[in-house]
């Protein structure tokens, strides 16, 4: 006697918060281009068509990915630069999380967005900018806060803000790629204190 057909099973639903923070670890660990859409479906255990319909295509993952990482960072991150603390505390405060950040021990080492598609295939340019924007905003956003510093008389009228925000923004940066090759929290806020040392303003913790 045959035996009747089976029937196929639903499609896996897959939570979209769920999905987005597997995306983003992958991306993280793999890069945007080391990171191909079968890597994605099969850490998700969903097939391409379910991928396509919950996120688009892979650029569109990757970029909802990266603002649901960087939203569960920013908050705190802002509330730190945004506090009432003088803002030399405020900064080291706000460096030595983004170290805690580069250097979890359950999590890929540096920061996604720091060193993100900073060499890439001219197809992927579109990513590059991307990453490259929220390094930029990052950055506007020390400016904004050191804007702050000097009207409130905690850095002098001269100090040029953009440069100051752009050089702590590059030891940022450079705490991502050294976390990447194995540098411990330590070493980072050691780096942190260092930098700290050029800070051309009034120093009150």
């Known amino acids: 006697m045959d035996q009747p057909a089976r029937k196929r099973g639903r499609p896996r639903l ?8 597997i995306a983003a670890r992958l991306f993280w660990e793999r890069g945007y281009e080391g990171t191909s859409t079968a890597d994605l479906t099969k850490a998700m255990g969903i097939n391409p068509p379910t991928l ?26 802002s509330e730190i630069l945004q506090s009432s603390l003088p803002v030399y505390e405020a900064l080291r405060l706000y460096l030595y999380d983004i170290a805690d950040g580069d250097t979890q021990p359950d999590k890929p080492p540096g920061c996604m967005v720091s060193t993100a598609v900073l060499q890439h295939a001219e197809e992927n340019a579109s990513v590059a900018r991307m990453t490259a924007g929220l390094r930029e905003a ?12 000097v009207e409130e008389d905690e850095l002098p009228s001269a100090t040029d803000t953009d440069t100051l925000a752009r050089f ?23 780096m942190i204190d260092l930098a700290l040392a050029a800070w051309p303003g009034k120093i009150i913790t």
């Not at 950055?139 to 702050?148: G, P």
């Open 168 to 190: 702590y923004g590059a030891i940022i940066q450079g705490m991502s790629a050294q976390a990447c090759d194995g540098a411990c929290n330590a070493l980072l806020k050691r």
């Open 14 to 21: 897959l939570d979209r918060d769920v999905g987005l923070d």
């Open 138 to 149: 990052s950055i506007q956003t020390l400016k904004a806060r050191f804007d702050r510093a």
């Open 52 to 77: 396509y319909s919950m996120f688009g295509s892979k650029e569109e993952l990757y970029r909802q990915a990266l603002d649901f990482s960087v939203s569960r960072e920013n908050g705190r991150r």
